[in-house]
């Protein structure tokens, strides 16, 4: 709250970044509200955005799974998982072989998905889960921090307007003239 870097290129970089320390290829953020449809805010590179897209355009797939439950989700093969039946499919035609999604929460609110993505088959390790677990309640915590800072600065906004304006009328006040 006391910086202000902007939270796109935090998560920018965390995604950047993330794909250099844990073994996968590509990693990326989607952001779920139960009244908006998904969207994507950050990719490592064009490999993970489009599979973000993807997720996104068919409504379905392990971000909205995990999202969904709360809990992570892992497709070590996406070849041999059944359980996203439109999205394995097109997943795996556009090169990806492993997903592996952790839900982005702050308390019992939702807020997206962190996903990572591998492009060969194989599960992540443990720690690596771990880590990738530690790295999703990062993300979530930048961006309600995101999110309280953004409150703030309109609630200041709109306190100065009003200070300076008439309540009635709207017109400038004396403070302001």
Do not use: W
């Not at 998982?81 to 952790?102: N, S």
């Not at 839900?103 to 088959?121: A, F, H, I, V, W």
């Not at 309540?167 to 006040?173: K, R, S």
């Amino acid at each position: 709250m006391i910086t202000d870097f902007p939270i796109q290129g935090i998560l920018d970089h965390l995604v950047t970044r993330i794909v250099e320390i844990l073994p996968i290829t590509g990693a990326g953020v989607t952001l779920i509200s139960p009244t908006t449809t998904p969207h994507y805010v950050a990719a490592s590179n064009k490999s993970a955005l489009r599979y973000e897209e993807l997720q996104s355009e068919l409504g379905e797939g392990p971000c909205l799974a995990a999202y969904r439950t709360g809990a992570a989700v892992t497709v070590a093969d996406l070849g041999s998982d059944d359980r996203f039946k439109v999205f394995g499919p097109r997943a795996v035609e556009a090169g990806l072989a492993a997903v592996f999604t952790f839900p982005l929460c702050q308390n019992t609110k939702r807020l997206g998905s962190l996903d990572l993505y591998r492009e060969t088959p194989g599960p992540l390790s443990d720690e690596d889960m771990a880590v990738a677990q530690t790295l999703a309640d990062v993300t979530a915590a930048y961006l309600v921090n995101a999110q309280a800072r953004a409150d703030l600065q309109d609630s200041s906004a709109r306190s100065y307007d009003i200070s300076v304006h008439d309540a009635l009328t709207g017109l400038p006040n004396r403070v302001l003239l």
